[in-house]
């Protein structure tokens, strides 16, 4: 008896009809109604990643359109002549060209040939051109005008993987179709219906691992399925079996990680990553799962995201178990960590070394987090209180310093202030962080009051000069000692000096001028406003200055804008002849008497 011989799952399980795709309902939706309606475009461009049903699709649209019972139905009846002939690949209604293959000028002249001749059986002929992007430019521009304007029985249906390489005026002329990867979900799904057909006890984890692995391509997911059951001796599939044989870490691995960095424990996560080198895996993708892991765990935090996390039931499960116990704080850091040791692990010398440094660093953010007063993993919560709430000061009595020898006599002022003592002045609140406006955001603790922050802000010594330069004022504005012009002078060009000194040029350049005295005002005239802007903030400093040398307080300073005459070019004939007659009134007469304009 002749064995029967093996069709793999891609070939055998390939859909005959648009309800059979897999997750591609949106493209499936719009070619029934298009079938339904006759609204049938001529040309087609089916473009999407690999396997996720381009060819499928394009070879069910061929069937269907030239199926002889099709009447009001949108699906292949496979009974009649051409559904026959098209199972068979027999069918002269449809032609496949593999532009790989076959990309130069006289492949396409070959096909706008065999368009010229009407169906013999049927009412469409669909030319069916995979991988169009091989295409060569010159190949492109001999199909411009067939693609455009095909005879009324001819459609043309392109199937890429790279879109972007297909020239514009190609896809100008195409009904553009864009398939989507297939879900997670549903290509499991898939999975578990040939399992049940086949015979097969397959465990739903085992198949959801087979559909991450194939990165939403179903061809991809059939071909590891049939790995997996070849690979099986009992007919069974098993998530274990199926870790094994594909080379996947498991998720264990970086839970068990994530528990050893809350825990703090850097011996260990090293033989963790020991086991996992050993075991044949990739450093460069051991860190990539782990950065992928820890924004799982930060997905978890909130339950809105939670359905961005695309794995089975008890893995999910195991994920909002673990993200309660890590902060986001603590979520992020490793994040960053991560992601600095995946872009710099190509640059390493030694890798491992460069991997170990960015676990120690993950398993020691538990205790920099507690230092700098965040959230930290772990720990009661009446302890994170006590740490993050501050001590309050205690009031101490003033009590005076003893001296040994006589001291200098000392103003009350200095010695017994009117004010809080220093050390109540800038209490904690004062330089605290502010609020988190969020209710789930922990207090942030007070940070305390550094003698660096003294100088800055001290309101005593504040109060004390304030004092000083008050008393100043009122005994020199009660003085009234005549001056010369001379001594107004010499005191003005003083302060000038030191201004000049100071290296406020600006100032200088406005003072150095000749102003005029008026009594005990002084008039001095400025250029535009900024000058007298600058002016106004200094005549505090010149009249204390000029009143403190001179010995009188009467002086005043009074500031003015300088009108500026600006002559102004004669431009038109009428200006330029007036300028000229002004100086010379004798060619006003010659032009009154000969009759003469000026704009001529």
Not at 432 to 445: G, Q
Not at 449 to 472: A, G, H, M, W, Y
Not at 575 to 595: H, I, Q, R
Request: with cysteine.
């Amino acid at each position: 008896m002749e064995d029967k011989q093996f069709v793999v799952s891609a070939r055998k399980y390939r859909p005959v009809t648009f309800d059979s795709v897999v997750g591609q309902s949106h493209i499936t939706t719009t070619l029934k109604n298009a079938i339904r309606t006759n609204h049938l475009a001529q040309a087609f461009l089916f473009c999407g990643p690999r396997g996720v049903g381009k060819t499928t699709c394009a070879r069910i649209l061929a069937k269907t359109i030239n199926c002889l019972r099709l009447d009001n139905r949108v699906e292949p009846c496979g009974e009649c002549e051409n559904c026959v002939a098209f199972q068979n690949n027999a069918s002269l209604n449809v032609h496949e060209l593999d532009a790989a293959s076959n990309n130069s000028v006289e492949d396409i002249r070959n096909l706008i040939d065999q368009v010229r001749y009407p169906p013999q059986m049927g009412s469409k002929k669909v030319y069916i051109i995979d991988e169009v992007h091989m295409l060569s430019t010159s190949a492109f521009n001999a199909f411009l005008k067939t693609l455009e304007e095909p005879p009324s029985y001819a459609i043309f249906i392109l199937a890429t993987t790279e879109k972007h390489k297909i020239l514009p005026t190609i896809l100008s002329r195409c009904q553009i179709f864009d398939f989507n990867r297939i879900q997670i979900r549903d290509m499991a799904d898939h999975l578990a219906h040939i399992a049940d057909n086949e015979g097969i006890k397959a465990e739903y984890d085992a198949l959801e691992l087979i559909a991450q692995k194939a990165d939403g391509g179903l061809r991809d997911a059939l071909s590891m399925f049939d790995l997996n059951v070849t690979f099986s001796k009992d007919g069974q599939i098993h998530y274990h079996d199926v870790l094994s044989n594909l080379h996947i870490l498991d998720y264990d691995y970086y839970f068990r990680l994530t528990d050893a960095f809350l825990a703090e424990s850097v011996p260990q996560a090293w033989l963790l990553f020991d086991e996992i080198l050993r075991k044949g895996f990739d450093g460069h993708q051991f860190v990539v799962g782990l950065i992928e892991h820890f924004r799982n765990l930060m997905v978890c935090k909130d339950p809105a995201t939670v359905s961005l996390l695309q794995v089975s039931e008890s893995v999910q499960n195991r994920y909002l178990e673990q993200s309660a116990k890590a902060s986001l704080s603590f979520l992020l850091s490793a994040m960053s960590l991560g992601s600095q040791c995946d872009i710099t692990y190509k640059q390493a010398k030694q890798q491992r070394l460069h991997v170990e440094i960015t676990l120690s660093k993950m398993a020691h953010l538990p205790s920099v987090l507690n230092l700098a007063g965040l959230p930290v993993p772990t720990g009661t919560e009446a302890a994170e209180k006590k740490k993050l709430t501050p001590e309050p000061l205690a009031e101490k009595p003033v009590t005076p310093t003893p001296v040994a020898t006589p001291a200098p006599v000392v103003t009350p002022v200095v010695t017994t202030p009117p004010v809080t003592p220093a050390e109540a002045v800038i209490p904690p609140t004062v330089v605290a962080e502010p609020a988190v406006t969020a209710a789930s955001a922990p207090p942030r603790p007070a940070r305390p009051v550094t003698s660096r922050l003294k100088p800055i802000i001290d309101l005593n010594n504040f109060e004390e000069k304030s004092d000083v330069t008050t008393e100043q004022k009122e005994s020199i504005v009660r003085q009234n000692t005549p001056y010369t012009e001379e001594e107004l002078h010499k005191a003005w060009h003083e302060f000038v000096e030191i201004r000049r000194q100071g290296g406020s040029m600006s100032e200088v350049v406005m003072l150095d001028r000749v102003f005029t005295q008026d009594g005990n005002v002084i008039q001095l005239g400025v250029d535009n406003p900024v000058q007298l802007e600058l002016l106004n903030d200094l005549k505090s400093d010149l009249l204390m200055y000029l009143r403190q040398t001179l010995k009188n307080g009467q002086i005043q300073i009074h500031a003015f804008l300088m009108e500026q005459q600006t002559n102004r070019q004669p431009y038109t004939q009428a200006e330029k002849f007036n300028y000229l007659a002004d100086k010379n009134p004798a060619l006003l007469d010659l032009k009154n008497k000969l009759g003469l304009d000026f704009d001529w």
